[in-house]
């Protein structure tokens, strides 16, 4: 699933849980955004510099920054830039968990944080500690769904990770096995297109809505 159309998702969901602070998307993020998915990095990071300095506690900054890092080390070979991105998840949980513990986005964008490294060290060969930060992802996308059975982000993300799971090498099954790792790539993209069907059905009616509200000549 493109990432773009993923982010789209989490600014609806955004705006719905605007309410409870703390995970935000204003229009500062989703300039940021915008700008990211374009590859304007430079502006990405001053958009959100901006919303740090207006709005300290909104964690959605955070994750974004993620994001930027996870986009440039998908296309890029830089092992100092992959150094620090390492270095910099633990200050980026530790902000994520200094917020509001009663939104859905408490423990998804930790969970987003955790997959994103794993997919980055898998990416650099760090197979054993991505593997970590995988079951770290999953367990936290396991228990946020049980606290937000509505909230559609987990689905891509569980669904993702089933994906990941079933697509372990055999000559590292029994590795993966020992770890209690386990995953099927057909239940996985199941999952994936259901949850595609779900959110393209709710866009639908709100762009339905949104019609609908709009003045008649």
């Known amino acids: 699933m493109h990432c773009k159309y993923f982010i789209s998702l989490l ?10 602070a703390n995970f935000v998307f204003n229009p500062s993020s989703t300039a940021a ?11 990405a990071k001053k958009y959100i510099r901006d919303e ?4 300290p506690q909104n964690g959605i900054p955070v994750l974004l920054d ?24 633990s200050d980026r949980i530790d902000a994520i968990k200094n917020n509001d513990k009663n939104s859905p986005y ?5 969970a987003e944080i955790y997959l994103q490294s794993g997919m980055i060290k898998a990416k650099f060969g760090d197979y054993m500690s991505s593997t970590y930060d995988f079951i770290k992802a999953k367990n936290l996308l396991t228990e946020n769904n049980e606290k937000f059975k509505d909230f559609l982000p987990n689905q891509k993300s ?9 697509a372990i090498p055999s000559n590292m099954k029994e590795i993966a096995n ?25 866009l639908d009616e709100k762009g339905t809505e949104n019609a609908k509200a709009q003045p008649k000549n």
């Open 11 to 20: 600014f609806f969901f955004g705006i719905q849980q605007a309410v409870k």
């Open 33 to 43: 955004y915008r700008a990211m998915f374009d590859l304007r990095f430079n502006d």
């Open 52 to 55: 740090k300095i207006k709005n």
């Open 66 to 89: 993620n994001y930027i890092d996870y986009l440039y080390l998908l296309t890029s070979e830089n092992k100092n830039e992959y150094e620090k991105f390492k270095g910099r998840k």
């Open 106 to 110: 408490y423990l998804f964008a930790q």
């Open 158 to 166: 569980l669904g993702l990770i089933e994906v990941i799971f079933g």
């Open 178 to 202: 020992f770890l209690g790792v386990h995953g099927n790539i057909t239940t996985g993209n199941k999952k994936l297109e259901k949850f595609r069907v779900q959110i393209e059905n709710i």
